[in-house]
Nanobody, 121 residues
């Protein structure tokens, strides 16, 4: 059974930093495409960053330069380090696992439970 267990997040002031972790089990992590998404109420889930099985990494424009996605295949863990946070970054953050290198949320079969990130002004 595939499980993605998220940790981290919380409340931070604007300009601050937070880190998220996503511990995976039940899948061949090193061979799995991993990504981060976020969602606010009433809006669609938004792609943030993706890391493939090689060294490929991509970000959505709004977080590029501020967020860093990384993975530790030895620990089966995905990370998202977030800097220069602003109130617009407030959302529920999700990690996702799949086989396709894509920004489309529907292509990801497995999801973490979600972690709230709140940025105060």
């Amino acid at each position: 059974q595939v499980q993605l267990l998220q940790s981290g997040g919380g409340l931070v002031q604007a300009g601050g930093s937070l880190s998220l972790s996503c511990a995976a089990s039940g899948l061949a992590f090193s061979k799995t495409v991993m990504a981060w998404f976020r969602q606010v109420p009433g809006k669609e889930r938004q792609f943030l960053a993706i890391t493939g099985t090689g060294r490929s990494i991509n970000y959505t424009r709004s977080v590029k330069g501020r967020f860093t996605i990384s993975r530790d295949n030895a620990k089966n863990t995905l990370y998202l380090h977030m800097n220069l946070l602003n109130p617009d970054d407030t959302a529920l953050y999700y990690c996702a696992a799949g086989n396709e290198y894509t920004t489309q949320s529907g292509a990801f079969a497995y999801w973490g439970q979600g972690t709230q990130v709140t940025v105060s002004s």
